[in-house]
């Protein structure tokens, strides 16, 4: 197998856009929109493979050379700093990472007046160094999904989290108080994959920077 390429998909949010953009780019995807729960497709005949992940662990499959490419976003990059390469900016899966707090909170405060308050997140270590940047002593509360939740019931005083249209924010009384950085999906891949199947990966590389060249980031 040592000339196949594999590609890791993540499954939700960016899986679509991805697949479209592999596509455009000349890539057969036949077979992966289809409703389906497997986790690999092989396309032989085109010495490619695909495999399907939580987003949250594409950087690990890729880490690990599990998979020699894949697509991800920026926050999770940033999240967890694996031993990745990152190789061109996708320009979809536009978020911002935010600090929110709940309307009636904020009101009239400003974020320094949260010292030694309870945060909530999925990512403890961007929270961690927003704060410490600030000079801000915070407990760090992880969660895995439905961060919005935390300070509703008393679990935590502010979030940190991803905002894309800002809708479940509002529909939780939330507001956002700080911005910290901006996120899209960005094509990654192993290191050792990226010397060994240079050739193949450089080509895909240079398809894909020039596809998304001119396309306007909308945060
Ligand atoms: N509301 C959003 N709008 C646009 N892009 C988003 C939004 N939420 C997340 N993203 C981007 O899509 C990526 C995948 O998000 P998605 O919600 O599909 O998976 P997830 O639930 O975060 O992953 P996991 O299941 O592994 O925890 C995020 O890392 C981020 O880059
Ligand atoms: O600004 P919006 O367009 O409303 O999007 C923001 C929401 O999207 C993400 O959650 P996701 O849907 O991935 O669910 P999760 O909380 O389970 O991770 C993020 O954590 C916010 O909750």
């Known amino acids: 197998m040592k000339d196949t390429l594999t590609i890791a998909l993540p499954k939700g949010k960016l899986y679509d856009e991805a697949i479209d953009l ?37 950087p690990t499959f890729v880490e690990y050379g599990a998979a020699d490419i894949g697509v991800v976003g920026k926050d999770t990059i940033v999240e967890q700093d694996k031993d ?14 935010v600090v929110a707090l709940p309307e009636e909170a904020a009101r009239g405060r400003d974020l320094s007046q949260f010292n030694h308050r309870r945060v909530a997140t ?17 407990e760090i509360i ?6 919005e939740l935390a300070p509703m019931v008393g679990l935590a005083d502010m979030i940190v989290d991803i905002v ?14 700080e911005e910290i ?18 050739q193949r990966i450089q080509p895909l590389v240079e ?6 060249k001119d396309k306007e980031v909308r945060y």
């Open 181 to 198: 950085f901006n996120a899209t999906a960005r094509l990654v891949a192993n290191r050792v994959s990226y010397r060994l199947k240079h």
């Open 164 to 177: 894309s249209t800002g809708r479940t924010l509002r529909e939780n009384n939330l507001v956002a108080v």
């Open 142 to 147: 992880k969660l895995h999904g439905n961060i």
């Open 207 to 212: 398809k894909v920077r020039q596809l998304v």
């Open 22 to 58: 592999l596509a455009e780019a000349g890539l057969s995807t036949y077979g992966l929109k289809e409703d389906s729960r497997k986790l690999m497709f092989h396309h032989e005949a085109e010495r490619l493979k695909y495999i399907i992940c939580r987003p949250t662990d594409i």
């Open 122 to 138: 999925k990512f403890p270590e961007v929270a961690d160094a927003f704060f410490r940047e600030k000079g801000m002593q915070v």
């Open 84 to 97: 990745i390469m990152e190789l061109v900016d996708l320009k979809f899966g536009f978020c911002r990472f």
